[in-house]
Each structure stands twice: as structure tokens, then as C-alpha cells.
């Protein structure tokens, strides 16, 4: 199984290199210092070749956690990264913090920590300045709590039940008389 995966990972980094001529190696690997390396090279890429970024590194770190290979947090803040550079095209949105917020909501859709995304998304962002501070922690906790509403939504219980008034027969109106 694992041999597998490998040989379907290493498919998506050389399908990545055919489709847009970057190095495989951006498939691959995630730089432990995304701030700095990702931000000078992404940079410089078209849109198309962002896109298809997102798409096969994805592709290949659902892959490879699925199959218990690399951990979360690296690609997580890589993968923001790339979304930010991408995001900065759209009109209004400066690269810098567009990259600082999208490290942080990935980081924590991922882990599931909000503040320990925002913490680490704030060090490798520190030199960006002190106005980026609330993107980040705007981008860290919205994220997980979009997954939590999302997921109270789904699960029926007593409370979803309360707020659609389904049992709100039952519940008295008023003080209870004894």
C-alpha cells in the first residue's frame, strides 16, 4: 500500500513538472520556512501554474497522510501560502496579508488548534509588521469555527432541535408553578 502512494505521489510531481515546467520538487517537499522561500518564488508564477500547485500538492498530502507518511502542519502552512499569493491578485488584497491569513486558516483547519496556527503563523510572519496581527488571528479562529457551526448543523441533538422549535412544546413558557 505504501509503496503505492509513493509511486502515485512521485506520478503527481512529475504530472506537475510536464503541465507547467516547475521542478518536482515543490510537489514533494514543503519548505520549513514557507514565509521566506514560497513568498520569493510563488511570487513570480503565473496563476495557472498556483492553481495547479494547490492542486496536486494537495492531491499528493491527502496521499501521503492517508498512508501515514509527513505530518500536517507543514504542508498546511505551505498550501496557505500559495493560496495567499493566489488570493493577492484578486483587486484590494496585498500579498503579505493575504499569505499571513491563509497560513493561518490552513494551519488551523487543519489542526484543529487555533491558537497554536495563529503562534506559529505569527513567527514565521514576524517581520511583516504588526498590522498583519489581526489578520492572522481573524484567519486562524474564523476557519475552525466555520467547521464547528458546519458540523453542529449536521448532527442533530437536542439543541438543533431547540432552535428550530421542535421542542419548544415541551418547554415551559413561563415560571414553573408549584
Given at each position: 500500500?505504501?509503496?503505492a502512494a509513493a509511486l502515485a505521489v512521485g506520478g503527481l510531481a512529475i504530472a506537475f513538472n510536464e503541465?507547467?515546467?516547475?521542478?518536482?520538487?515543490?510537489?514533494?517537499?514543503?519548505?520549513?520556512?514557507?514565509?521566506?522561500?514560497?513568498?520569493?518564488?510563488?511570487?513570480?508564477?503565473?496563476?495557472?501554474?498556483?492553481?495547479?500547485?494547490?492542486?496536486?500538492?494537495?492531491?499528493?498530502?491527502?496521499?501521503?497522510?492517508?498512508?501515514?507518511?509527513?505530518?500536517?502542519?507543514?504542508?498546511?502552512?505551505?498550501?496557505?501560502?500559495?493560496?495567499?499569493?493566489?488570493?493577492?491578485?484578486?483587486?484590494?488584497?496585498?500579498?503579505?496579508?493575504?499569505?499571513?491569513?491563509?497560513?493561518?486558516?490552513?494551519?488551523?483547519?487543519?489542526?484543529?488548534?487555533?491558537?497554536?496556527?495563529?503562534?506559529?503563523?505569527?513567527?514565521?510572519?514576524?517581520?511583516?509588521?504588526?498590522?498583519?496581527?489581526?489578520?492572522?488571528?481573524?484567519?486562524?479562529?474564523?476557519?475552525?469555527?466555520?467547521?464547528?457551526?458546519?458540523?453542529?448543523?449536521?448532527?442533530?441533538?437536542?439543541?438543533?432541535?431547540?432552535?428550530?422549535?421542535?421542542?419548544?412544546?415541551?418547554?415551559?413558557?413561563?415560571?414553573?408553578?408549584?
Open positions: 500500500m505504501t509503496t503541465a507547467t515546467g516547475q521542478p518536482i520538487t515543490a510537489v514533494l517537499f514543503s519548505d520549513r520556512t514557507p514565509s521566506e522561500t514560497s513568498r520569493k518564488t510563488e511570487s513570480t508564477l503565473s496563476l495557472s501554474t498556483l492553481a495547479l500547485l494547490l492542486v496536486f500538492k494537495g492531491l499528493a498530502w491527502g496521499i501521503s497522510l492517508g498512508n501515514f507518511r509527513g505530518g500536517p502542519a507543514f504542508p498546511a502552512l505551505f498550501l496557505g501560502a500559495s493560496a495567499g499569493v493566489l488570493a493577492a491578485h484578486l483587486p484590494g488584497l496585498a500579498q503579505t496579508p493575504a499569505v499571513a491569513a491563509l497560513m493561518a486558516a490552513g494551519c488551523a483547519a487543519v489542526l484543529r488548534l487555533p491558537l497554536s496556527s495563529v503562534v506559529i503563523t505569527l513567527v514565521l510572519v514576524s517581520q511583516a509588521g504588526v498590522g498583519v496581527t489581526s489578520l492572522i488571528v481573524s484567519g486562524g479562529g474564523r476557519s475552525l469555527r466555520r467547521r464547528r457551526s458546519a458540523r453542529r448543523a449536521a448532527e442533530p441533538g437536542p439543541r438543533a432541535a431547540r432552535r428550530r422549535g421542535a421542542l419548544s412544546s415541551r418547554l415551559p413558557l413561563g415560571p414553573v408553578k408549584r
